[in-house]
């Protein structure tokens, strides 16, 4: 299995527009961060986690030329904003894309995309082939088993998922014991870290790496990463030898 970070920035991404803080400043292409996505190839399966509004320019950037679904954690624009960019994929594969995602982030697609699921369709607009999962049950992309996750966003309930011996979660700021039995033996865990400080509804650097200590993971990788985090080279030092900062275009062969 082949994992490819595509974003790793919280939902302005980084650099924030105008901002002239010392991150968004910075040079280092580490602290430049398009919106939290990941690539996923396992078993000749190709899928991403998220699809935020620079979902375009990451099928770009990483010349995707086959994708065979989308994972959703939640309803986000930051992870869904780039959805209408299917369409180039429903041209290619000739088929609506499969998204997967629990019944209110469907409920709000809806209402965001309301164009796609309209009766009269407009000629050109995206097809989604919408494709309810919960909490309770692992499901199949191809080949691929995931076993989605329940984390909490603040009140919100958003999914994390794992494959195999890999687990992504995002957007978190608790995860149940029940849950977090889930991550057992998980060699490689992805959690959110935004920022130092508090905030209401994502982990702090430290949440985040006394969660991912609990499981105890050979690696731990943070992300959905703030420009208030500081500067990648300089907070990385404060990490202990099994966590990282991931980076847009981080690569992790499992
Ligand atoms: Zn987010
Ligand atoms: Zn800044
Ligand atoms: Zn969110």
């Given at each position: 299995?082949?994992?490819?970070?595509?974003?790793?920035?919280?939902?302005?991404?980084?650099?924030?527009?105008?901002?002239?803080?010392?991150?968004?400043?910075?040079?280092?292409?580490?602290?430049?961060?398009?919106?939290?996505?990941?690539?996923?190839?396992?078993?000749?399966?190709?899928?991403?986690?998220?699809?935020?509004?620079?979902?375009?320019?990451?099928?770009?950037?990483?010349?995707?030329?086959?994708?065979?679904?989308?994972?959703?954690?939640?309803?986000?624009?930051?992870?869904t904003g780039g959805l209408d960019?299917?369409?180039?994929?429903?041209?290619?594969?000739?088929?609506?894309?499969?998204?997967?995602?629990?019944?209110?982030?469907?409920?709000?697609?809806?209402?965001?995309?309301?164009?796609?699921?309209?009766?009269?369709?407009?000629?050109?607009?995206?097809?989604?082939?919408?494709?309810?999962?919960?909490?309770?049950?692992?499901?199949?992309?191809?080949?691929?088993?995931?076993?989605?996750?329940?984390?909490?966003?603040?009140?919100?309930?958003?999914?994390?998922?794992?494959?195999?011996?890999?687990?992504?979660?995002?957007?978190?700021?608790?995860?149940?014991?029940?849950?977090?039995?889930?991550?057992?033996?998980?060699?490689?865990?992805?959690?959110?870290?935004?920022?130092?400080?508090?905030?209401?509804?994502?982990?702090?650097?430290?949440?985040?790496?006394e969660v991912i200590q609990k499981?105890?993971?050979?690696?731990?990788?943070?992300?959905?990463?703030?420009?208030?985090?500081?500067?990648?080279?300089?907070?990385?030092?404060?990490?202990?030898?099994?966590?990282?900062?991931?980076?847009?275009?981080?690569?992790?062969?499992?």
């Amino acid at each position: 299995m082949k994992i490819t970070f595509l974003g790793t920035g919280t939902s302005q991404g980084v650099p924030v527009i105008a901002c002239k803080c010392n991150t968004c400043q910075s040079n280092d292409p580490n602290d430049k961060r398009l919106r939290s996505s990941v690539l996923i190839e396992n078993d000749g399966d190709v899928f991403v986690i998220d699809a935020g509004p620079d979902f375009r320019q990451q099928m770009l950037k990483y010349n995707v030329e086959r994708l065979d679904a989308i994972l959703l954690t939640h309803e986000h624009k930051d992870h869904t904003g780039g959805l209408d960019d299917v369409r180039a994929y429903n041209y290619l594969q000739k088929k609506p894309m499969p998204i997967y995602c629990e019944k209110r982030t469907a409920n709000a697609l809806k209402l965001e995309y309301h164009y796609v699921f309209a009766k009269e369709r407009y000629p050109g607009i995206p097809e989604f082939d919408i494709r309810l999962i919960d909490d309770k049950s692992p499901f199949k992309i191809g080949n691929t088993t995931i076993t989605p996750i329940r984390v909490m966003h603040h009140k919100l309930p958003v999914l994390g998922f794992r494959i195999k011996n890999f687990a992504y979660i995002t957007d978190a700021n608790y995860i149940s014991e029940k849950e977090l039995k889930k991550l057992d033996g998980v060699e490689v865990m992805v959690l959110n870290a935004l920022r130092k400080e508090k905030h209401i509804s994502h982990f702090t650097l430290n949440e985040a790496i006394e969660v991912i200590q609990k499981i105890n993971p050979r690696q731990g990788i943070l992300t959905h990463i703030s420009h208030l985090m500081g500067k990648h080279n300089e907070v990385s030092k404060l990490l202990p030898a099994n966590i990282i900062f991931s980076f847009d275009g981080l690569e992790i062969n499992l």
